[in-house]
């Protein structure tokens, strides 16, 4: 009974400590501070505990109420990275997109540029680098990566996460170049010659690399099966042009008979 008793007084005594730890956790209102650095502070002490909501909330406060200042550029980046680190990947995208297009000539533009194309490529299905593919896959998020990293490698030929984006793209490319591949192999060997040359195509126009020779050759055989000969004379004529002066261009030019 005397336990009983005693229950309610310490449920009182509790009560306000929530109070107290609610303000440092993800609920309720953040005890904000005067100056916008001490709030950016406390919104990256958040973030880096995994405080998303807490973190949000400071860097929106100061965003909001310094829009003046370049406290308020470096929160609206902050908000950014919080929606990365919450791997709301379409989100954080749109975010580093918006700061890149509001502050163009911003010091860490080119990271808000990176970190959008990274936000891209993590949104990349993870079973879709299991290769080669049963059937077709949705390319939506790996052409948006695709496209994100070439603009980011294209426009910022100094910035110090050019190598990391270049490496990545690479990787894309190389499983797209395999997927494309393998779709027209698996055309080819059903004698749908038309489709597995469009397949190649695609890999030529969209995807350029070191290995362009080879499916130029294919291109050659594929519209010769075809009975097109302006197409598979062209073919040749490509590989004499894209890569003047190796064997694979004069092998081709034996081809033509020139």
């Known amino acids: ?27 309720g209102e953040p005890d904000y501070a005067s100056e916008a650095s001490t709030n950016l502070k406390r919104g990256d002490e958040a973030l880096d505990s995994s405080q998303y909501q807490l973190a949000e909330k400071y860097f929106e406060y ?10 308020s550029r470096q929160a609206e980046l902050r ?74 490698t294209r426009t910022y030929t100094q910035s110090q996460y050019l190598e990391d984006a270049k490496k990545k793209q690479t990787e894309i490319r190389d499983r797209l170049v395999r997927h494309e591949v393998y779709v027209a192999d698996f055309y080819e060997k059903r004698d749908r010659w038309s489709a597995a040359a469009s397949r190649l195509e695609t890999v030529l126009q969209k995807y350029p690399g070191p290995e362009d020779d080879k499916y130029l050759f294919r291109l050659h055989d594929l519209y010769s099966r075809l009975k097109d000969s302006n197409k598979a004379r062209d073919a040749l004529q490509r590989i004499i042009t894209r890569l003047p002066g190796t064997p694979a261009a004069e092998r081709a030019q034996k081809m033509l008979g020139s």
């Open 62 to 71: 100061v965003k909001t109420k310094f829009p003046f200042l370049e406290a």
């Open 79 to 152: 908000l950014a990275d919080v929606s990365f680190e919450r791997e709301l990947w379409t989100e954080a995208a749109d975010r580093y997109n918006g700061f890149v297009k509001l502050h163009p000539t911003h010091p860490k533009v080119d990271y808000a540029a990176y970190r959008a194309a990274l936000s891209h490529y993590r949104d990349i299905p993870s079973d879709w680098f299991l290769l080669p593919p049963s059937s077709e896959k949705d390319q939506t998020q790996v052409r948006a990566a695709w496209e994100a990293l070439n603009d980011f």
């Open 1 to 27: 009974m005397r336990l009983v008793r005693l229950l309610p007084l310490a449920v009182l005594i509790l009560l306000p400590g929530c109070g107290l730890f609610a303000g440092n956790g993800d609920f």
